[in-house]
């Protein structure tokens, strides 16, 4: 019987299969090791180098903006709640002494713990603008955390 015919019939596979079957697995094993690698390779590049993440944090403030058009009617303003914070700016967002409400273009509010403010804004003629902003802990330790306007981070004050 040829040998082709032998070895084909023979229970046992050719010599050259386990070899095959060694290169195939080797092969398997190094194109998994080269996913995980690029994977890990992937995952630095998207931190930067030191470990730190990059954060895009937003203003943890409420902007109250005063339009030109009452701004001049403006007597005075005030705050109430605990740990809240209203701060008067020009136009250009330059920070004005209190005692002249009518320069106040731009009102920040922030605050120091969870909860609420209230913002009066007071007008000539007896007129006010009151607002409630909630204040309620965002982002984490190590990204933007702190305590941000819940909503109506922008609010327009009118007469």
């Known amino acids: 019987m ?13 010599p050259w299969r386990d070899a095959c ?9 190094s194109l998994c090791l080269a996913a995980c690698l690029a994977a890990a ?4 590049l998207a931190a930067n180098a030191c470990g730190e993440t990059t954060c895009s944090c937003v203003n943890n403030f409420a902007q109250l903006d005063v339009s030109p058009a009452v701004a001049s009617a403006v007597t005075g ?5 605990k740990g809240c914070e209203l701060r008067c700016y020009d136009a250009d967002f330059r920070a004005v002494e209190a ?10 509010l922030t605050k120091s713990e969870r909860g609420t403010c209230e913002v009066t804004i007071d007008f000539t003629g007896g007129t006010t603008f009151t607002r409630n902003v909630s204040f309620v802990p965002k982002g984490t330790d190590d990204c933007c955390g ?14």
């Open 2 to 14: 040829p040998a082709l015919a032998i070895a084909l019939a023979s229970p046992r596979y050719p």
């Open 99 to 108: 005692g002249a409400p009518q320069a106040c273009a731009i009102y920040t």
């Open 41 to 44: 390779l992937t995952t630095l």
């Open 146 to 159: 702190g305590i941000y306007p819940e909503k109506d981070s922008r609010i327009v004050v009118s007469k």
């Open 77 to 81: 303003s005030r705050v109430a709640g």
């Open 21 to 29: 079957l060694r290169h195939v697995a080797v092969t398997a094993r």
